[in-house]
């Protein structure tokens, strides 16, 4: 079955640099790879996904890149606040499966 | 719609107890995923169904676990009997298939003593 494997499992940084968190998936046949959110206390909630046809997708400050050959996808976060701090999850699936989520990083920013 | 809908939030039972954890899905979804999240083993799949039946249950730890789908609105996740390592935040998700983005309930936290 798929596999995640997810880097860094903390990162700190400072306000308003940025940060990268990476993952790797073993599975060639899985074709989504949404990121997502948790904040203390709370539910893990989307923040942006990709598909397999895409190599890069933005949003505001967040972006994520696929590289399909290596099977591996990244989360870009610039001009970090102190509100992104939380954990951040990747997954990845292919179609009609459930999705197998790496371990999570730790994402601290302080001002 | 109010969203994915879990029930209770809290629950703490002594060891040897039976627990039962609900879950309404959003209308019109057809995929329906139990997740067990722990510090050390972050969100684990226990089981998920489709069009209410069972598709996977391979992540199931043992057989004190059980999980239904009866109708397209409501599941369950049974353990019998309970064990201090079953504490955890469980949770319970649901997509609509082609679109594969999983919505996630607030989770139960469950404390077995």
């Known amino acids: 079955g798929e596999n995640v494997e997810q880097h860094p499992s903390t990162l700190s940084v400072q306000e308003g640099d940025s940060a990268v968190i990476k993952c790797t998936y073993s599975?060639?046949?899985?074709?989504?790879f949404p990121w997502y959110k948790q904040e203390l206390g709370k539910r893990p909630q989307l923040i942006i996904d990709i598909r397999s046809n895409v190599g890069e997708k933005k949003d505001q400050r967040i972006a994520v890149t696929l590289n399909k050959t290596a099977k591996h996808f990244s989360l870009h976060i610039t001009e970090t606040q102190p509100e992104d701090s939380a954990v951040y999850f990747c997954?990845?699936?292919?179609?009609?499966?459930?999705?197998?989520f790496g371990k999570g990083t730790t994402l601290s920013v302080s001002s | 719609d109010a969203g994915v809908i879990q029930s209770p939030r809290h629950e703490v039972t002594e060891m040897g107890q039976e627990v039962t954890l609900r879950c309404k899905p959003i209308?019109?979804?057809?995929?329906l995923f139990w997740y067990r999240q722990t510090m050390m083993r972050g969100l684990e799949l226990l089981i998920y169904?489709?069009?209410?039946?069972?598709?996977?249950d391979s992540g199931m730890p043992e057989d004190r676990f059980s999980a239904k789908m009866p109708n397209a609105s409501f599941s369950t996740l049974k353990i019998q009997p309970s064990e201090p390592r079953d504490s955890a935040v469980y949770f319970c998700a649901s997509s609509y298939s082609r679109a594969s983005v999983a919505f996630f309930g607030q989770g139960t936290r469950l404390t077995v003593v």
């Open positions: 599975d060639s046949a899985s074709n989504y």
């Open positions: 209308s019109g979804h057809d995929y």
């Open positions: 997954a990845a699936s292919k179609a009609g499966t459930a999705l197998i």
């Open positions: 169904f489709n069009n209410n039946v069972p598709i996977d």
